[in-house]
Each structure stands twice: as structure tokens, then as C-alpha cells.
């Protein structure tokens, strides 16, 4: 693929070799549907063939929200649906993976809102910047699922397993000075600061050691790497909660705005 084919991404490069990665959906504020979701797969290999990029930096158009979670008509279409499952479980995983993989430092500019597929890439980004004002969850269980796009991968390395699990079975949102505190993200600053702030470390890395950098990048993942049959166990059982019974009621109560029910709990 080419920049070109991108339909849900759009892209400014930077003399120095910065790419700017903007998730470009504002109108329903960054949401990941199929598109995105496979466009999210498919970007990393492309930075990671580019001989003009050395670090890109990737944060979601307007003010709003990085990506504020799946599309509902996307989700609707998982719930109960095997064979999307099973290409939707392949398409997380390649997420994760595929920015493990990419030589290229990732930053993610966080500047609003981040849930799902989004949050994925927010945090696995390998240097992570918040806005203070922007909050994250990982509202799997909300719905009705396991918690498996990204988190049993990275979560506890992050902020340690107590927090990671308080955060992931309760789903509270977290601002940008929490996810700070515990260690989740790398910095947050004023939301006016975030995007300078992200290119100003894009351009410090720029300007360094490629080979020492990137070979750190990959020394470093080796954490993440032993957590892989844990992820992948996570992503299995986040699938298998889509063909029960709670699914169709999270799914249900996000679209009216309300608390779920759940059958579970009665």
C-alpha cells in the first residue's frame, strides 16, 4: 500500500522526517469502523518501508477525540457473527503487532477522547503524550466483553497489574494527569501544548542514533513479546463474549444511552 490508499488516515510530512499520522473521521469523532480498523493494520508496514520517515507521530483530527471507540454499526455486526469475528480478532491482533514490528518510533499525540481500537494505538504507541483534558477508557466490559484489543498486552507493564485491573474491570475514564500518575501514558500537558510537545520529542529522536534507537525499540518489546500468548488468549475470550447473551445488551444499552442490564447479573 501507498499513502495514497488511505481513506480514514491522512498525512503531513516534515522535512526532518517526522510524519504527522492524523485519524481522520471528525465528524463522528474519530470512531473506528471496518475501514479504519484495517487502515490501522495496514499503516505501520508502510512507515516501516518508508526510507523517508524516521518517526511518526499519529493524534486524531479536530479537538474532540483521538478515536472515541468502534463504530455502533460496526459493533452490532460482531455481536453473534463468527465469520466477522474471526476477521475482526485477526485485524486487532495485527494492530498490536504490526506497531510492535515497525522500526520507526510511534508517537501518539493523545488530544481527545480515546476507546477501543484507538486507545490500541495510543498506548502501544512506543512514547505516549496526553492532553490533560483528554480522557481514556477501555470499555470493553461495558459492552459486555473481555477486555482483549490491547490490554492484558501492555496494561500491567504500564501502570502495574492492581491498577491495570481496577481501571479495566471497573472501566472509569482516566484523564490525562491520572494516566500520567500511574504511568500509563509518558507525559500529559495543557491540550494547547500537545501537538508541539509531541514534535518536539519527534524531532529530538529525528535528529539522533536511527540504528540505536530503533534497536532499543526492539530490545524493549522483548517485555511485550513474552506477553503474547497472554494476549492472544485475551483477544479469544473477548470473541467468545460476543457470541453470549450480555453482548447483545451492552450493544443495546449504548445505543440508548442508558446502563446495561445484563442477563449475567440477574
Known amino acids: 500500500m501507498n499513502y495514497s490508499d488511505f481513506q480514514s ?15 481522520n473521521r471528525p465528524e463522528v469523532m474519530n470512531a473506528t469502523n471496518a475501514r479504519l480498523h484495517w487502515e490501522l493494520t495496514k499503516i505501520w508496514a508502510v512507515v516501516h518501508d518508508d526510507p523517508k520517515t524516521k ?28 465469520r466477522e469475528l474471526s476477521v475482526v ?8 503487532y504490526s506497531i510492535m514490528n515497525c522500526e520507526k518510533i510511534v508517537i ?4 481527545g477522547v480515546a476507546v477501543g481500537a484507538g486507545l490500541a494505538v495510543a498506548l502501544l504507541a512506543d512514547i505516549s503524550i496526553m492532553a ?3 480522557k481514556i477508557t ?24 492492581a491498577k491495570a485491573k481496577y481501571y479495566l474491570l471497573t472501566a472509569e475514564f482516566i484523564d490525562g494527569k491520572e494516566a500520567e500518575r500511574i504511568g500509563l501514558v ?14 518536539a520529542v519527534a524531532d529530538k529522536l529525528a535528529a539522533g542514533s536511527q540504528p540505536a534507537i530503533r ?21 479469544a475470550m473477548e470473541m467468545l463474549c460476543f457470541l453470549g447473551a450480555d453482548a447483545p445488551e451492552g450493544v443495546k444499552a449504548m445505543r440508548e444511552k442508558r446502563a446495561p442490564q445484563f442477563p449475567s447479573a440477574k
Not at 455502533?72 to 463468527?82: A, C, F, H
Not at 501518539?108 to 488530544?111: E, F, L, V
Open 186 to 199: 509518558s507525559r500529559s500537558v495543557p491540550r494547547a501544548h500537545l501537538l508541539e510537545t509531541a514534535l
Open 108 to 111: 501518539s499525540a493523545i488530544n
Open 215 to 235: 534497536l532499543t525499540k526492539r530490545s524493549l518489546n522483548g517485555w511485550m513479546n513474552m506477553a503474547r500468548p497472554i494476549f492472544e488468549s485475551s483477544l
Open 9 to 23: 488516515l491522512k498525512f503531513e510530512r516534515r522535512p526532518n522526517g517526522v510524519l504527522i499520522i492524523i485519524i
Open 55 to 82: 518517526v511518526a507521530v499519529i493524534t486524531g483530527a479536530g479537538d474532540r477525540a483521538f478515536s472515541a471507540g468502534g463504530d455502533l454499526e460496526w459493533i452490532t455486526n460482531m455481536v453473534g457473527n463468527p
Open 89 to 96: 480478532m485477526q485485524e486487532a491482533a495485527d494492530v498490536v
Open 138 to 161: 477501555d470499555g470493553h466490559v461495558k459492552l459486555g466483553v473481555g477486555a482483549g484489543d490491547h490490554a492484558a498486552i501492555i496494561w500491567p507493564l504500564l501502570c502495574g497489574m
Open 132 to 134: 490533560e483534558e483528554a
